[in-house]
């Protein structure tokens, strides 16, 4: 009994130490979480001392007091892409405005297929963390974020690549089909046996819409080449996604495009010795023999902006969706891969696009992969034809999956 | 050999890569329910596993030291869960939750210290050989047998030596399980502890002997996914195929041999889609086969494996029957 109640010590021990170990990705998570509830504390309690000092100073005190702003991640802040671009442009913004005058409260793994987690994130942030502005970064957080809107007329909502808005929720996304169009023209460059290969994850607008300006941007240097999309299913899951890369390398493919979360299209391509171009973050040091380029999100002057609305009282819903030209879009630098050609065409092209925006990107004529005409010569298909896309252009091979 | 034949042999080949840590895992977790306990933290195991192959890999470039890591990382979420469930008697079922909960955060915790470097390359080489691979070189054109040993050369024998590994460690088990006498015991504490331990057999020494081997199976599995699959490290890197391994042992009925085919098949469900439409571009379009419905099968399988062996009553086995109970050497 006694070795049995030491051994219980012992394993009690270590589970600890492996929840503190498990925790240190917790803090990285949520950027001190102690102490900055104790913060929070701590302003609710001078604020009780304001009030009791002087009730009418009381929304004054608090609308020059730190703000405080709720974050909602589909991943987690380092999976090296896409909610990664997100914690970094928060990190900047912060860093910009000053630590002294906003505090971030993130949370990661916040499934936005799940209704509950989403509203359960949203209330602890805004009923507990006293948050007076939220961010929820994912397609699927909308329907519920527009609903608890209502219930919190007195916080600002912000919904990064939806559609929906409300008197306090504002949606926000950006054109990074510019870059997606640039890449494009890279990889048409590049291709010798001109199959080019798109590993997409779920069969949505925004990914069929990003397939295809790339096309766009591989045909209108190389009308010979084609684009094989493959669907992985999933956002986020390496295997599937090396198993997709793997699919279109064994089809031909040299040079391989993706929209996933992951780098592992990346590294599939390099291993087979041949070209990608990534997405989301720079892979220049993950894959140097394989990278060319991505297009990148920089989140953080937009993130700014709105946390510097919400402080001076001129927060308006904007649907914001800037491009190259407001810096929220670019594409990496081009690597020593690249021929030089398709970087003197990318330099020629880019102020354009940044001009003109994705206006030129999805301008007439445009045909659909059945030669259908999509979009008549002299036009541009417009922002709402754009945010609905459900079909491929002439030249990717490959269906969306249908239910 | 046609491209159509070529295409199919690399279907299989993708199968087979995806398929290789299910085999494992499934394994690992069929020794633990043959000695009955319901052990969920399969994904944690193995996220444990892969984080440390691939931190150890970092550090030493040995490919030996790296599965050695692999496998007593996971084992060392096994023992924490063995000493709980069977020292302490904790709940099955909720302690292997903890596991999975405690160990992806540990397993991305640690997996992050390598900051996405890339496998070194003397480890990523030995696992990109094929030591099967054969030289067809004057005899590929010959008839019938070139584009035979082909298909089975591109099919079969191309892969890395993890493949083969699972294939011999599944035979090696089924032996155990089923020809030794340390395998009855197993075996046996699994069904009815109490009849073993009155039979002489040490119930709590067996427990956790089939819980460890489970673990390093587990920790194997996810060593897979850094050393011989990917070459990085990504957070989540099992993508959640622990829990399929679960669902998996139930549909090969705690059968080591079965476990290989099993294994395939959920392997090749996952990626068939991928390739299907390639190959048969006028199936894509039918509902049956589209990429939902690949995704929904494996489970549609399991139910149907479940149910038919609940119709089939008493004669149908419904695995380990002290499955999931802790034992009390005192109760009656």
Known sequence: MKFRKIGALVAALGIVAGFALTGCEGSVKSGDEDTTTAAAETEIDA?????????????????????????????????????????EGFAKAVESIGADKVQLFEKE??????????????????????????????????ETLERLSHDYPDVKFEHCSGFMTSEN?????????????????????????????????????????????????????????????????????????????????????????MHQDTPSTLKAAEDAGKFAIGYDLSAAEVVPDAYLTAPLWDWSSYYEHKMNAVMNGTWTIEESWGGMK???????????????????????LEPQIAEEGNAFVFAGPLKDQDGNEVCPAGKSLSREEQMEMNYFVEGVLGQIPSN | MNSVSLSIALLLASGIRISTPLILGALGETVTERAG????????????????????????????????????????????YAFLTVALRANQTVTGLALTTFGVGLGNTIGKLGNGANVPSAVTQFFGKGPLTLNLDGIENKPVIGPVLTFINEAILKH?????????????????????????????VGESPAAADASG???????????????????????????????????????GRGWIVVALVIFVRWHPIKAIFGSFLFGLLDIIGLRLP??????????????????????????????????????????????????????R
């Open chain 1, 169 to 257: 929720m504002d949606n926000y996304f950006g054109q990074i089909e510019q870059a997606r169009y640039l890449s494009g023209i890279v990889a048409g460059y590049k291709t010798e046996s001109n199959k080019i290969g798109y590993v997409a994850a779920q069969p949505i607008p925004e990914v069929i819409r990003g397939c295809n300006a790339f096309t766009l941007g591989v045909r209108s240097v190389n009308p010979e080449a084609t684009v094989s999309v493959k669907f992985s299913m999933t956002w986020f899951d390496p295997g599937k996604e090396t198993e997709t890369a793997k699919a279109l390398l064994d089809e031909g493919c040299d040079v391989l495009a």
């Open chain 1, 47 to 87: 604020d009780a001392e304001t009030t009791a000092q002087d009730e009418a100073d009381a929304d004054t005190a608090a609308a020059t007091d730190k703000l405080n702003v709720g974050i909602l991640y589909i991943s987690t802040k380092t999976d090296g892409g896409w909610s990664q671009g997100h914690a």
């Open chain 2, 37 to 80: 306990h319901l052990n969920l933290g399969v994904e944690g195991m193995m996220m444990l596993g892969g984080a440390l192959a691939y931190t150890v890999a970092l550090h030493t470039e040995s490919v030996i030291l790296a599965l050695l890591g692999g496998m007593l990382g996971a084992m060392f979420g096994s023992l924490v």
């Open chain 1, 109 to 142: 793994n916040v499934p936005d297929t799940d209704a509950q987690a989403t509203e359960n994130a949203v209330r602890t942030m805004i009923e507990e963390q006293n948050c007076g502005l939220i961010f929820a970064t994912s397609f699927g957080y909308m």
């Open chain 2, 201 to 239: 057999i040490n119930v709590n020494r067996v427990k956790y002997t089939g819980i460890l081997i489970g673990g390093a199976l587990a920790g194997l599995a996810g060593a897979y996914y850094p050393l011989a699959h990917i070459g990085t490290w990504t957070d989540n890197i099992t993508g």
């Open chain 2, 278 to 331: 390639t190959l048969f571009p006028g199936v894509a379009g039918l509902a049956i086969f589209s990429e939902y419905a690949f995704n929904m099968y494996p489970y549609i399988m399991t139910i149907i494996v479940l149910i038919a062996s609940y119709i089939r009553g008493r004669k149908g086995w419904m695995g380990p029957a002290a499955l999931g109970h802790s034992y009390f050497r005192e109760e």
């Open chain 2, 160 to 188: 890395n030596i993890f493949v083969y590994l699972a294939i011999i460690l599944a035979i090696i088990l089924y032996i155990f399980l089923f020809k030794t006498r340390a395998g009855l015991h197993l075996r046996a």
């Open chain 1, 326 to 348: 407001e810096g929220l879009v670019a594409l990496d630098e081009l690597t020593d891969l690249v021929p030089e050609e398709a970087k003197a065409a990318v330099e020629e």
